[in-house]
């Protein structure tokens, strides 16, 4: 599975993608960012308020209760907003 961190997300966790192998209970976005938040300081930090955190699955917006697969890529970023 392919993780990708974009701005803030990107700079607390310490790098920009990760390749990783989730436990079989990490079935959803929402229990990988539980469980990515348990792999470092850096994690906790950018995964302590997970309602500050978008996820996009496969370059597809998704919520916390979206199903993941062996092979998805899931993208973190922080809220987009315009002008």
Known sequence: MQVLYFAWVRQRVGTGAEEISPPPEVTDVG???????????????AFADPRQIRAAVNQEFC??????????????????TGG
């Open 31 to 45: 229990g990988l960012m539980r469980w990515l938040a348990s792999r470092s300081p850096g994690h906790a930090s």
């Open 63 to 80: 919520g916390p209760d979206h199903p993941l697969r062996p092979g998805d890529e899931i993208a973190f970023f922080p809220p987009v």
